[in-house]
């Protein structure tokens, strides 16, 4: 079956450094992948999404990279806050209406 | 305009008591999804409707567990008989009327499930 994993569980980092979250998916066909960051007894929030046209997407703070040939999805967060302080899940989709598979989650946890 | 929103947030059943979890989609979305999520896990997909239509409950336990979506009033997700495996944080998610599978979903705060 399909599955999203992610390689560290828990990722700590000092206030200002540069953060970077990986997740590895199994499915070649997915085509659409969203980074949800759920902090502790919320819901998951969007943040960042990538078709899989792209190899690379920006948006404030964060950068999404695709790596479809190893299949390989990675967040970058600049200049980590407090704030970031939170699980990361990936996700993906693939042809199947809204159905996303979730990893089990990256704990950032950022130092001041 | 209010986000998806689920109630109760927090519910205490006794096992083979029933749990029925509620969730309103924000405003315009005619598409919701329910997830679980266990501690320390991710989401599971569970269900995914539209106004009084399952559209895939590929997810759903067979036995106890059912969804709907009716025409108007919010979503439910109904839990029979819960057990102990049932506690979890359940999840609704809404997405806008075109439904399209790249479109982003919108959660919920969740509905924490405990049962004794």
């Known amino acids: 079956g399909e599955s999203v994993g992610l390689h560290l569980p828990t990722l700590s980092v000092q206030e200002g450094d540069n953060s970077i979250i990986n997740c590895a998916y199994s499915?070649?066909?997915?085509?659409?992948f969203i980074w949800y960051k759920q902090e502790s007894g919320k819901g998951p929030q969007f943040i960042i999404d990538?078709?899989?046209?792209?190899d690379k997407r920006q948006g404030q703070r964060v950068t999404v990279l695709l790596n479809k040939t190893v299949k390989h999805l990675s967040l970058q967060i600049a200049a980590t806050q407090p704030g970031d302080s939170a699980v990361y899940f990936c996700?993906?989709?693939?042809?199947?209406?809204?159905?996303?598979?979730f990893g089990s989650g990256t704990k950032l946890n950022v130092k001041p | 305009n209010a986000g998806v929103m689920q109630n109760p947030r927090h519910l205490v059943r006794r096992r083979g008591q029933e749990a029925r979890l509620r969730c309103s989609p924000m405003?315009?979305?005619?598409?919701v999804y329910w997830y679980r999520q266990l501690p320390e896990e991710g989401l599971k997909f569970m269900v995914y409707?539209?106004?009084?239509?399952?559209?895939?409950e590929s997810g759903m336990p067979k036995e106890r567990f059912s969804a709907e979506f009716p025409k108007e009033g919010p979503s439910i997700l109904r839990i029979q008989q819960v057990v102990r495996g049932d506690s979890a944080a359940y999840f609704c998610?809404?997405?806008?009327?075109?439904?399209?599978?790249?479109?982003?979903?919108?959660f919920g705060p969740g509905t924490r499930l405990t049962v004794l």
């Open positions: 990538i078709r899989s046209n792209m």
């Open positions: 996700a993906e989709n693939f042809n199947n209406f809204n159905k996303f598979y």
């Open positions: 499915n070649s066909a997915s085509d659409y």
């Open positions: 409707l539209q106004k009084e239509n399952i559209i895939d």
């Open positions: 405003k315009g979305h005619s598409h």
């Open positions: 998610a809404s997405s806008p009327l075109s439904g399209g599978h790249n479109d982003e979903q919108f």
